[in-house]
């Protein structure tokens, strides 16, 4: 063999073994990717309830009525005792949720009006432009309120309407833009209103009642379901809502179809991308008020709207699972169902659900609810269900929706970077019940912020005006393990237990942040 001949081969050579090098990196990448979860990533649906509490369900220790389908799903899956939303409303607990971040460290991010500018800047890492990056087409069905728009000019429904959850993440949506009893009550579907006629467009205000248009106030005998507090500008399909609102008829929506609507939307989007990976935030109006199920749920719970409501949420889950099994997509598919706050009774319509409420305890053995800083505000109903990879049981890891971001980057095989999601911890490991550990502490959100620790929770003092010198008012100290129900503040029985979680706190505050 001559030298360069010789040569030659050794150049083969080299080429071969830099090329496997390549295909051993590569494996390794895709094996990394498999690892994290013992199998490939699966689709993820997120079902996201409103106002269900923390023992809502059957598999919650419901006995007034009945969830079959999310007690089969339950049975199935991993049901947490300690899974908690970031905050006791709804907006901050979704910001939550999507960005990572707890909502309190940002200003704006309490309850929106229903023509709020967007509060996710488009930009940020979210949940679903992570999962986008992973290759997941994603989609959002149901309630947003997140607000809409840059806030540069006020939202005119009757034009394309930008930016908004296509410009954070999701490749579609299908939207109540805000909530069912604020307006406008129309449907969007990616950047604009629905059958909307434009010889009839939409004029709404969150300030002057429109002139002309009947009232909560000045049509009150002619309500379908009165109201008891605010819920009395625009008239809507006989309900009293916040805001005032005319035009857009052919547009708007019906409140009894809407749970049908929500499922029908869902189940087309999960058609157009069963051949590919999917995430699907189907986040329903059940059971926010105004409770108004459709018919055939009317009746059904013995406990009036809030029950019935209940029910048919219980029916829209059945619809989600049932369609991913008859795709033959259930061990591929993630199911989670969950809350985005507490329970609630009277949330502003007389629609009986403390006088019809029976024996039933919303936030089961938990004290507080909506609104409350107390374990029944965040505490909440928390499912994880794999078919194949999650073995069933119940886990009593401390969890939270915050978590979904950093645990399903974990999940996809990607690192977040240091500055995205500062709250959201990867506790991947607890949710597919491979650890009993998940989170060591979470902050819980509602007027003031509490601190849970292992069994130890603190809620903080009243803040009090600056003007003040001193804080007014005690903290409070709970041991869970004894004391669920939040009866006995035992702060001062353990004033150094009480010192240091308040230093805690303030030291999460102060940092900005919590992951690592
Ligand atoms: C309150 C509303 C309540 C509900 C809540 C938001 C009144 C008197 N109360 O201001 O009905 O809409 O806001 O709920 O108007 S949430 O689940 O979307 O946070
Ligand atoms: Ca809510």
Redesign the pocket.
């Known amino acids: 063999m001559n030298a360069h001949k010789l040569r030659s081969r050794q150049l083969i050579l080299f080429f071969m073994l830099v090329l496997s090098g390549f295909i051993v990196a590569a494996q390794t990448t895709k094996t990394a990717t498999d690892a994290a979860s013992g199998s490939k990533p699966p689709n993820i649906i997120l079902i996201y309830a409103?106002?269900i509490g923390y023992g809502d369900f059957s598999c919650y220790g419901m006995t007034a009525a009945q969830t079959p389908h999310i007690d089969r799903l339950a049975q199935k899956g991993l049901q947490f005792t300690s899974g908690y939303c970031s905050s006791a409303?709804?907006?901050p607990s979704r910001y939550s949720m999507l960005t990572g971040q707890y909502a309190w460290r940002k200003r704006g991010t309490g309850?929106l009006r229903g023509n709020a500018a967007m509060i996710i800047k488009p930009g940020t890492t979210t949940l679903p432009s992570i999962l986008k990056k992973a290759g997941y087409k994603t989609g959002v069905v149901g309630k947003w309120?997140l607000g809409l728009g840059d806030g540069t000019r006020p939202l005119d429904w009757n034009k394309e309407i930008k930016p908004g959850p296509l410009e954070i993440g999701f490749d579609y949506a299908f939207l109540m833009p805000a909530?069912g009893?604020?307006v406008p009550c129309v449907y969007m579907e990616n950047h604009n209103v629905i059958n909307l006629d434009p010889d009839d467009p939409i004029v709404v205000s969150y300030g002057k009642p429109i002139p002309g248009e009947p009232t909560g106030i000045t049509h009150r005998d002619t309500l379908k379901m009165d109201w008891s507090?605010?819920?009395n500008n625009a008239v809507i399909n006989g309900v009293g809502r916040?805001g005032h609102m005319k035009g857009g008829t052919s547009a708007l929506w019906d409140d009894e179809t809407m749970a049908d609507e929500f499922v029908k939307q869902a189940k087309a989007f999960i058609d157009r991308n069963k051949k590919e990976r999917f995430f699907l935030y189907f986040a329903t109006h059940d059971i926010?008020?105004p409770r108004i199920p459709h018919p055939r749920f009317v009746g059904k719970s013995g406990m009036g709207p809030r029950g019935d409501a209940l029910v048919q949420f219980d029916w829209c889950v059945g619809q989600l699972v049932e369609k991913i099994e008859q795709l033959g997509l259930a061990e591929e598919t993630m199911i989670i169902v969950t809350s985005?706050?507490g329970p609630v009774l009277d949330?502003?319509y007389k629609d009986q659900a403390r006088e019809k409420l029976g024996d039933h305890k919303p936030a089961g053995p938990l004290k507080g609810g909506?609104y409350s800083f107390f374990e029944g505000g965040t505490r909440v109903p928390f499912i994880v269900a794999w078919p194949g990879t999650i073995n069933p049981g119940r886990s009593e890891a401390i969890v939270s929706q915050v978590d979904f971001g950093a645990s399903f980057a974990k999940m996809t095989g990607q690192t977040l970077q240091t500055d995205a999601m500062p709250d959201s911890f990867d506790v991947l490991d607890a949710l597919l019940g491979k650890s009993k550990i998940g989170r060591e502490h979470v902050v819980e959100h509602a007027r003031r912020l509490g601190l849970r620790k292992g069994n130890w929770k603190y809620i903080e003092p009243q803040p009090q005006p600056k003007t003040k010198k001193k804080p007014k008012g005690k903290p409070m100290l709970f041991h869970l393990n004894d004391d669920l129900g939040e009866s006995t503040n035992v702060s001062g029985k353990y004033p150094k237990k009480t010192e240091e979680m308040s230093q805690m706190l303030q030291k999460i505050r102060r940092d900005g942040r919590t992951r690592p």
């Open positions: 409103d106002d409303t709804c907006t309850i309120h909530t009893d604020r507090r605010g819920h916040i926010h008020v985005d706050n949330d502003g909506k």
